[in-house]
């Protein structure tokens, strides 16, 4: 069998047995038992369900880490192929799979191979889909027991041509964060309002009031954001005016510094309006991804190495930046590196969009990302200038 068929087949079986995050048991014991008969030596455990493959080859201490996400997600699929997921609720909507057999199959070729002077550490990494899994990863020692010099990560993208890869250096996606704002009145009869607080006014303000951050708080040049009320809630009914009123919402953006804004901005807000009615108010802040920050030197590698698998012609080195999130955006905070995005296609073969009951990965680029993990492990290990500009 092929190192292709394999790779396939590998996809979907575990397509088939989709898990949830800090879930995937027996998807992280496939994959140590595979690195395991490679002959790489395997770590298991390692923010709960996650794993470490290390492969050493030759005297140098340079080393690489490439990862790749395990988890699915609670969505029901609707696809009928054979491959479909067999577990109910639960399904790969957004190609882990496929992430997780690309890099198993450059750890299969890599270490027959063996052609490069250095360590590579297979990162398989569990929970992506929450934010979680990359900080248990982190707190369990990933760049601590090992040293890792710099660290990549790849994710199909649909709606990108089959097989092209895009990147850029600097911020590549958002940041994401979600709030909670509950305001608190009296409440009361809804014939006598003046007897009460009506916090479903504040309210409506604070929802008004929060679309000025954007266009009256940030820099239009260098501090895109996007702030969004997705919920509307109170404990009021027909003919009572409720006592509390719950907002929630989801932000994006692509600095810290905007990140930090918008949290600040919002609580002033909430505050000032709420003082202003004589009301009292909870304020939540919960931020789930950072921004994707690419190096821009580990960036330039990527390209190299994406160039060489495709062709200059199918790498786009400066994408728009995206407004999707990414918790490998915890391990770029702790070392330099790269996260590149490989197009699944468009139209039927691999155009549906990520998180989607339809979605499927294209097998047709999995060889495409197995060849891109080997032609950048190769380079960066056998770079005579490796190192100085870490």
């Known amino acids: 069998m092929t190192i292709q068929e394999q790779v396939v087949n590998w996809r979907r079986h575990i397509h088939k047995h989709p898990e949830f995050g800090f879930e995937e048991v027996l998807t992280s014991a496939m994959v140590a038992n595979k690195l395991e008969e490679f002959g790489i030596e395997v770590h298991r455990n390692i923010g709960k369900t996650g794993l470490v493959g290390i492969l050493k080859c030759g005297d140098s201490e340079r080393s690489i880490g490439l990862r790749a996400d395990m988890d699915a997600l609670r969505i029901e699929e609707v696809n009928c192929f054979e491959h479909a997921s067999q577990h109910t609720g639960l399904m790969h909507a957004c190609g882990h799979?496929?992430?997780?057999?690309?890099?198993?199959?450059?750890?299969?070729?890599?270490?027959?191979?063996?052609?490069?002077?250095?360590?590579?550490?297979?990162?398989?990494?569990?929970?992506?889909?929450?934010?979680?899994?990359?900080?248990?990863?982190?707190?369990d020692g990933l760049f601590t027991k090992w040293k890792i010099d710099e660290v990549y990560a790849m994710h199909n993208l649909p709606g990108v041509p089959e097989g092209d890869f895009i990147t850029r250096p600097g911020s590549l996606m958002a940041s994401e964060s979600s709030f909670e704002i509950n305001v608190i009145g009296t409440g009361g009869h809804a014939a006598l309002p003046h007897m009460g607080t009506d916090p479903i006014v504040v309210g409506a303000s604070i929802v008004t009031a929060l679309q000025t951050i954007v266009s009256r708080n940030l820099s239009a040049v260098n501090e895109t954001a996007v702030i969004s009320v997705t919920e509307f809630t109170t404990n009021g009914t027909v003919n009572v005016i409720p006592t509390q009123v719950t907002i929630?919402?989801?932000?994006?953006?692509?600095?810290?510094?905007?990140?930090?804004?918008?949290?600040?901005?919002?609580?002033?807000?909430?505050?000032g309006q709420c003082i202003s009615a004589n009301v009292t108010y909870e304020y939540h802040f919960n931020n789930s991804f950072l921004s994707t920050i690419n190096s821009k030197e580990q960036t330039t590698y990527a390209v190299n190495a994406a160039q060489k698998v495709v062709g200059?012609?199918?790498?786009?080195?400066?994408?728009?930046?995206?407004?999707?999130?990414?918790?490998?955006?915890?391990?770029?905070?702790?070392?330099?590196?790269?996260?590149?995005?490989?197009?699944?296609?468009?139209?039927?073969?691999?155009?549906?969009?990520?998180?989607?009951?339809?979605?499927?990965?294209?097998?047709?680029?999995?060889?495409?990302?197995?060849?891109?993990?080997?032609?950048?492990?190769?380079?960066?290990?056998?770079?005579?200038?490796f190192g100085l500009d870490n």
């Open 97 to 139: 799979d496929g992430h997780t057999a690309m890099l198993l199959g450059a750890a299969h070729e890599l270490a027959a191979t063996r052609n490069f002077d250095g360590t590579v550490y297979f990162i398989f990494q569990p929970a992506e889909e929450h934010g979680v899994g990359a900080k248990a990863m982190i707190a």
């Open 248 to 271: 929630k919402g989801d932000t994006r953006s692509f600095t810290d510094e905007a990140l930090a804004k918008i949290d600040a901005t919002i609580e002033r807000i909430v505050s």
């Open 312 to 385: 200059v012609e199918n790498v786009n080195a400066n994408c728009e930046p995206l407004t999707i999130s990414e918790d490998f955006s915890f391990m770029l905070r702790e070392v330099k590196g790269c996260y590149i995005l490989l197009g699944n296609g468009q139209g039927e073969c691999g155009g549906t969009a990520l998180h989607n009951p339809g979605y499927d990965f294209n097998d047709n680029i999995l060889m495409k990302g197995v060849n891109y993990w080997q032609e950048l492990v190769s380079s960066r290990l056998n770079e005579n200038n």
